[in-house]
């Protein structure tokens, strides 16, 4: 049986905090997720050059802030100056990037919820970025406000050997759920299976919750399309935008 059966999740997790009102993976994106009352979000955590655990998504910086290069090659003074507020928007002109320490003191003062991501960068090892992340993580917030994702299994498989399944819960993440999906879960002594929800099909859902996993999808962001993915027991949709699900998804399972 997976652990946690108690854990209630929200049905709507807010994808790299609440990135179709903020720009994503960013203190502020956090801060109006919280205010618009989704209380989980979806965010990203790599390693810059420094060793550094930051709140972040691409390898390179071109995308989603002032700058441009690669993460791997960025220590944090440098970091710390880039905008990563103002391409999204004015009102968000001079945020900065997030470290993991400050996202979590943020999530942990407002008692929200976090799946986190571990993205490998470039010539970083898998072991490294959980060796960094777990013991801040753990230290941080109870395990009922945590899920730790990566598409990377060595990561999660060195992250179980951090700490066992009553105190981190772990979800495994897939582009589309592999026959031996099974195993894999039981090996990591997984909570959650996570999957492209464009992927998914009604009989691997069941097969998946008839197991006791709960099961999340990214990243929905047409409510009507996903309708049937509630009545598959899909458990969470983690969405750009989950105002757009309010009224739609069915209320949380007891
Ligand atoms: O964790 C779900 C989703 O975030 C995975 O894809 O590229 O948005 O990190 P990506
Ligand atoms: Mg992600």
């Known amino acids: ?6 854990i209630v999740l929200p049905r709507l997790i807010a994808h790299r905090g609440l990135s179709a009102h903020a720009p994503e993976n960013t203190l502020a994106a956090v801060r109006a997720s919280f205010e618009a009352g989704f209380h989980w ?11 550094t655990p930051v709140i972040w998504h691409d390898p390179t910086l071109k995308r989603c802030s002032d700058g441009h290069g690669q993460i791997a090659r960025l220590g944090l003074a440098e ?27 943020l999530l942990s003062s407002l008692g929200m919820g976090v799946n986190l991501e571990l993205k490998i960068g470039r010539n970083r090892s898998a072991t490294e970025l959980a ?4 013991p801040r993580l753990l230290a941080s917030l109870p395990p009922e406000q945590m899920i730790l994702s990566s598409f990377d299994l060595s990561a999660l498989a060195h992250a179980r050997t ?13 582009e589309s759920v592999p026959q031996e999906w099974q195993p894999r879960c039981e090996a990591l002594k997984a909570f959650s299976l996570h999957t492209d929800w464009t992927r998914l099909n009604a009989t691997r859902a069941r097969e998946i919750k008839d ?8 990243t929905p962001n047409d409510p009507a399309a996903f309708v049937r993915h509630w009545t598959w027991g899909v458990d969470s ?12 998804a069915p209320p949380p399972e007891p």
């Open 1 to 6: 049986m997976p652990p946690h059966p108690d």
């Open 41 to 51: 979000v979806e965010l990203d955590v790599q390693l810059l050059g420094d060793g």
């Open 79 to 105: 970091a710390r100056k880039l905008d990563v507020g103002a391409w999204f928007g004015d009102a968000f002109r001079g945020e900065r990037m997030a470290t993991l320490d400050e996202m979590l003191e």
């Open 131 to 134: 060796d960094v992340v777990i």
């Open 162 to 174: 951090l700490a066992d399944a009553s105190r981190l819960p772990i979800g495994v993440l897939t």
């Open 211 to 218: 197991a006791g996993y709960r099961l999340l999808c990214y």
């Open 237 to 248: 949709a983690i969405t750009d935008d989950p105002s757009r699900f309010a009224g739609i």
